[in-house]
T-cell receptor, first 112, second 113 residues
Framework: KNQVEQSPQSLIILEGKNCTLQCNYTVSPFSNLRWYKQDTGRGPVSLTIMTFSENTKSNGRYTATLDADTKQSSLHITASQLSDSASYIC???????????FGRGTSLIVHP | DTAVSQTPKYLVTQMGNDKSIKCEQN?????MYWYKQDSKKFLKIMFS???????INETVPNRFSPKSPDKAHLNLHINSLELGDSAVYFCASSQGTGGNTIYFGEGSWLTVV
């Protein structure tokens, strides 16, 4: 069964600090992995997409990594800002299914 | 220039009522979705249409009936609303089903009392 597990479930950090969010998956065959950011009261927005051959991809202060061998991904946020407070959702697409598998998200709160 | 728009944004209604949520996308995508997000923030797919044809129906009660009059619209009608239907419903679209970016609407907050 395809599954996506995210950790931690929630995280509180001070503004300016870095943090790393984790995503482990058992989706097979692997097609791609996306990180979405969902602000409170809004719909999710795609941050990055990783395919099998990609190890690292950056989008501003967000850097995603992928280890296809261990089936793990991480999202690193550098120099956090208050606007980074949101839920971060890992979504993995299988090559054999129309339906991507969603993680339950990590809720990040950045305090001033 | 909203890409995926859904209405209404907020809906409070009594048990047993029938309600509809409308969705339109102006991205030219051929695939549209309805997702349900529960109180624990978990997004679960309900339906997906590709070129107006239903391709995904994830064990949703038949009180929920999607309708896609054209590729740009996917409406959700819910009959005999129950307390457990209270959630946020997200409409979304993508080009194809091969893993391209899914663009989400802003959500419709449904509260059944």
């Amino acid at each position: 069964k395809n599954q996506v597990e995210q950790s931690p479930q929630s995280l509180i950090i001070l503004e300016g600090k870095n943090c790393t969010l984790q995503c482990n998956y058992t989706v097979s065959p692997f097609s791609n992995l996306r990180w979405y950011k969902q602000d409170t009261g809004r719909g999710p927005v795609s941050l990055t997409i990783m395919t099998f051959s990609e190890n690292t991809k950056s989008n501003g202060r967000y850097t995603a990594t992928l280890d296809a061998d261990t089936k793990q991904s991480s999202l690193h946020i550098t120099a956090s800002q208050l606007s980074d407070s949101a839920s971060y959702i890992c979504v993995v697409k299988s090559g054999g299914s129309y339906i991507p598998t969603f993680g339950r998200g990590t809720s990040l709160i950045v305090h001033p | 220039d909203t890409a995926v728009s859904q209405t209404p944004k907020y809906l409070v209604t009594q048990m047993g009522n029938d309600k509809s949520i409308k969705c339109e996308q102006n991205l030219g995508h051929d695939t549209m979705y309805w997702y349900k997000q529960d109180s624990k923030k978990f997004l679960k797919i309900m339906f997906s249409y590709n070129n107006k044809e239903l391709i995904i129906n994830e064990t949703v009660p038949n009180r929920f009936s999607p309708k896609s009059p054209d590729k740009a619209h996917l409406n959700l009608h819910i009959n005999s609303l129950e307390l457990g239907d209270s959630a946020v419903y997200f409409c979304a679209s993508s080009q194809g089903t091969g893993g391209n970016t899914i663009y989400f609407g802003e959500g419709s907050w449904l509260t059944v009392v």
